[in-house]
């Protein structure tokens, strides 16, 4: 799949609000990245603004063996001017080093920032997050419509599975 959209630039929100995008989020369905292959389910994401104008990145997941990991992370803002374009990353020696970050572009963002979809500008990966571990089917096709308008196969996008939220990892195109 190579839409001749994907080969235009990525579009992100017109405005996001750091403060109200604080708080605990859950993944609904997401491109599979290497640092998640050891994921079986309840995947969360939780953002919160820091004193020193970095945002706290806490991802958590549960494993096969019943434990949770959790990796520590730090975003902040690519451009100052266009805070729906963050850089994250995981990798800290005596300070976050964002050279090994990743570009993590929010995309589609509902009013009430009750769900969110992250971006990157080549389209390899790609998160559905919700403030509740499920979508309904209406929400979750108007998303996969954005998605393949903004060049995006959104059947590279597999189902998380989370309580009271999909009970397995699909295609996101089999479920829709």
């Not at 990796?71 to 080093?97: E, H």
Request: with cysteine.
């Amino acid at each position: 799949f190579q839409s001749a959209l994907a080969a235009t630039p990525l579009k992100t929100v017109d405005s996001v609000d750091l403060v109200r995008y604080q708080g605990l989020w859950y993944e609904i369905a997401s491109i599979p990245a290497s640092f998640q292959k050891k994921c079986i389910g309840q995947v969360t994401a939780e953002y919160k603004l820091l004193p020193d104008g970095l945002i706290e990145v806490i991802n958590g997941c549960d494993l096969a063996n019943g434990e949770r990991s959790i990796a520590d992370g730090r975003a902040r803002l690519a451009n100052p001017n266009d805070p729906a374009k963050l850089k994250v990353t995981f990798v800290k020696l005596v300070k976050w080093i964002f050279a090994f970050g990743r570009d993590y572009w929010i995309i589609d963002l509902e009013p009430n920032y009750n769900y969110v979809v992250i971006g990157h500008p080549e389209r390899t990966f790609g998160w559905i997050l919700s403030r509740t571990p499920s979508l309904d089917i209406q929400t979750l096709q108007g998303i996969q419509e954005r998605l393949e308008a903004q060049g995006y196969d959104s059947c590279q996008f597999m189902t998380t599975v989370q309580k009271n939220g999909f009970d397995q990892k699909v295609s996101l195109c089999k479920v829709l």
